[in-house]
């Protein structure tokens, strides 16, 4: 599961889970936008940046790195893209960064040269197996507490989850809720089908997925049961394919013309293969060349 995703796309969706996460309460935090950033004419690109709208020009801005894989090189990277960062935006008065752990076992085992920027009052480490001694009732933070959840316990969270929404906090409506559950569900258990998915959650809550009313709609035309199976099936695939849209976008800003068509013709299987294979990506033309090596392979 690429668990860096999931927390990506969460605050894309939820700028503001960040200030929850980090303590700090913070009287401008629904004036952030979240972004993927390009340094220009360098090879780095900032998977996770939380910027200040121009009406808080002054805010600092957020440098955000997920990590559940230990990597001797990551402050040495992500110190040197926010330095580049801040050498191309000297407008820029303060900055932050927040590095998001699986668990201790993720650091780097030595800071190195680095340990006096670890020092700063600017960065923050943050440890998410320590989440669940948190009493919150934040869906957001909830969100994140089952993104690590262990599995044997992750889908009696989910319905723990979904059974509480209406007593919990959130700038996020129900149906984004629930469909920002059910993305985490299908990345945490790839094996479970839609039909179990819904068995999961109960009929009247998976009514408010866009995947249920795309299977719906289907089920009509084919007949309920049969149809509701093959809808949900296309439905998956819609929902990888957007979730792969989405990342790209992130990743690069605008896509080319000709690439969307392409990624219209690639079955479900293909567009999990994708959705891993984007985040080594380093330019526009590795995506062009997995597409084309893709398609010379379905010819075949």
Known sequence: MQTDSLFYRLFQTAPTLLFELIGESNLQADSYVFRSVELKQTAFRIDGVLLPEPTAANAPVYFIEVQFQQDEQLYGRLFAEVMVFLRQNPEVQDWRVVVIYGNQICEPRAAGAHAPLLALSQVQRLYLDKLAEVDSASVELELVKLIVEPEPTAVARAQRLVEQMGNATSRLSESVI????????????????WQEIAAMFGLSELKQTRVYQQGLEQGLEQGLEQGLEQGLEQGRENEARSLVVRLLTRRFDRLPDEVQPQLNQLPLEALEQLSEALLDFSGLEDLREWLQTHDQGDRK
């Open 178 to 193: 629930i469909e920002l559950i059910e993305t985490i569900v299908v990345y945490k258990f790839p094996q479970l089908s």
